[in-house]
């Protein structure tokens, strides 16, 4: 019999059977006796519960990546398998080796995932750093960079998530150019403040003050300059969706996300990368419009508010599954 110290050895397969327990509880069509027959199995067993924080503990890592680094790192698992079920059954195996450092550092995401960064964030935290030249840069929620200043230029790394960048002027003898480099391109700062975010294979930046010149990676591609007020994003092989911004859309690094006709599903998915676990929409309340100030260190806090404005209701399974849906008569 193994012993019960946290790191000690766990049954693969009460790993595996925690790990279909998690998939059924994530799937769309989960309901309260799963929950509850979930509960039951954890509390039939002390190995069971501990299979079940292992698995939890291992998915919290990949929580804490931004979600196109996550899916890229199930890709392969979900080729060999049928859906997420399958993935974490591997999943639960490979925790059981205790090989979850293995599977970050041979599915190239140890960088990617910002483990190795300069400097870096986690799920729900923003970082204000000031670099060497006097330049500002706020990291937002599970971010990271590198800084590679040299005699030639400023270059400001993203690996993940997204950043606020508040330019210096340059002292140096020769010019340097400050830019950030994402794996669409680069955006190069033309006296400015600005942000630039990674999505699904698009980096997207927005021009608060003075501009910005868009450089997609493509050979031969068009650059754009971008002008305060206005935003974009860029593939690596052009620039596309130019519109304008406010300056609202800032207010993360200040901790506060501002909703001004909002539907109420992008608001979710918005404060969701604030926070640990799922947060489902009821797609017959995703349209409402939500207009607001809420704030991102206290998401339990702005989900609640929601309820005060909206004809919605929360269910929390657990602190990290939470699904808001209407309002039911009472």
Do not use: K
């Amino acid at each position: 019999m193994s012993s019960q110290a946290d790191g000690a050895p766990i049954a693969p397969a009460a790993l595996q059977r925690a790990a279909e327990w998690m998939a059924r509880l994530w799937a769309e069509d989960a309901s309260v006796a799963d929950a509850d027959a979930c509960a039951a199995w954890r509390a039939a067993h002390p190995e069971h519960e501990r299979a079940w924080a292992r698995l939890q503990r291992f998915a919290r890592q990949f929580d804490a990546l931004p979600r196109e680094v996550a899916r890229g790192a199930l890709a392969p698992v979900q080729r060999r398998a049928t859906g997420r079920r399958r993935a974490l059954q591997l999943l639960g195996l490979i925790a059981a080796g205790g090989g979850t450092a293995l599977l970050a550092h041979e599915s190239g995401l140890w960088q990617r995932m910002g483990m190795g960064s300069d400097y870096r964030t986690v799920v729900g935290e923003t970082r204000a750093i000031v670099l060497a030249d006097g330049t500002q840069v706020v990291l937002d929620t599970a971010s990271a960079i590198d800084v590679r200043y040299n005699a030639g230029e400023r270059r400001i790394v993203l690996r993940a998530g997204a950043i606020l960048v508040t330019s210096a002027h340059e002292n140096a003898a020769v010019y340097r150019p400050l830019l950030v480099a994402t794996p669409q391109g680069t955006a190069t700062a033309l006296g400015t403040r600005f942000s630039v975010r990674l999505d699904d294979g698009v980096s997207q930046v927005a021009v608060f003050q003075g501009a910005v010149a868009l450089q997609p990676a493509r050979a031969g591609a068009e650059s754009l300059h971008l002008q305060a007020g206005q935003r974009a994003g860029y593939t690596r092989q052009d620039v596309q969706d130019v519109a304008s911004v406010e300056d609202s859309a800032a207010a993360w690094a200040q901790g506060s996300l501002v909703a001004e006709r909002m539907r109420l599903d992008d608001l979710l998915a918005e404060l969701g990368r604030y926070r640990h676990g799922v947060l489902r929409c009821d797609e017959s309340i995703a349209g409402l419009r939500v207009t607001g100030v809420y704030t991102l260190r206290d998401t339990d806090r702005s989900l609640a508010n929601l309820t005060l404005s909206l004809p919605v209701q929360l269910r929390y399974r657990t602190r990290y599954w939470v699904s808001v849906g209407p309002r039911q008569a009472s």
